[in-house]
């Protein structure tokens, strides 16, 4: 009989890409996906690095199942308990010193080795060399239907955050051929996407090359994405995460004219400080991240931004904290993450000590998110009583009811009697509940 694996995804987008191919992979190789990791004979942990709670996480579920595993063992069954992703690459040993259960330890970018290494039982248990051209070859065209797909264009940094674990888990900048990628998402179109989002941990730094009258041109991600929307039946192109210092010019102009390129852009700042700016190594200042919000919106004012912030980052004071609030108050944002720091052993911050009071911290994070809640709600209400361009996902948890997204991402409820899944149509939003609206198509 084929053995089961389940695959439990932590962490962002980039994660839930390499968990689709990884899924396609052992399918591939003859395994059969599980609900759940009960009733699977191989129980994957994709893990994330970039918040303390995400490690502590994959810590407890080892703890589940390395019960889990014990008891089937008890009734003669085997189970392999594998960790991939970022906590893996960084913490490989040290996952294998606490918790003895555990079978293999794969980095991001040797997943593709798994099938491989479980049919020849390895005695090594550690893959985690920086294999990202490895990797992309090695993945198989993914066979969801889905509407909106992610496609990973480029993976690593070489940005080097302070605060980042980024630069050290995927390793070192690199961006897939542009050619590879446009087949990719030329087959999803043809299996029923509308809407690519392509992904990077640092996507604006994307640079390919092309043969142009028999040379070799240097192209970035303004030419993917005029590439890209040639392709037809593809309705919506988004891309993230981006860094400011890699947003240029040519790529604001496909924000003006590009109709599939959403006007919807997340553009993390971190902190409105120049002084905490300076020491998180985020190379721009609070002027350049404004001025150039400011010369994107000139070109397209439809344009709306998201963002991330870090507060109580080590040294952070009031003033800064103020600053930050500043930059908030002007840009109004259409939505944000925001989280108070925390430290990621290895990194240049986890060395300094000048830590911001818990307490302070705390106070800060609920500042920052009341006024960032409140521009979400402000930004939506804008919409109530307009038409917007909704693109239809799948099915809602009411009968008969359709969820889809707007340009700006906002998500969108709509019953109807007919199957909308995979449309693009006007609707109506006629109603605004906390973060989502409801509607009715437009005649
Ligand atoms: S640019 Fe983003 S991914 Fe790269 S080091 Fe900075 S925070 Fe991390």
Redesign the pocket.
Known sequence: MNQSFFIKTYGCQMNEYDSEKLNELLKFNGYKASKNFEESDIAILNTCHIREKASEKLYSDLGRLSKFKENKAKVGKKMHIIVTGCVAQAEGDEILKRNKSVDYIFGPQNFHKLPKVLNDSKSEKVFNDFLCEDKFSSLLPSTGKEVSKLVTIQEG?????S?????YT?GAEFSRPLEDIYAEVSSLVKKGAREITLLG??VSAYKSEILKDGKKVKVKLSYLCEVLSKIIGLERIRYL?S?PIDIDELLIDQHKINSKLMPFLHL?I?SGSDRVLKK???KHDKKFYLDLIKKIRRKNNSMAFSS?FIVGYPGETDHDFEETLDVIERVKFASSYSFKYSSRPGTPASIDNNYVNEKKADVRLKKIQEVLNNQQKEFNKSFLGKSSNVLFTGKGKKINQFVGRTPHLQPVHVFSNDDLTGQLLKVELSQLTSFSFHGKLSN
């Not at 605060?163 to 630069?167: L, M, S």
């Open positions: 940094c070489d940005k080097f955050c605060f980042c674990v980024v630069p995927r941990q640092n995460t860094h993390p971190q998180m190594n985020r991330d």
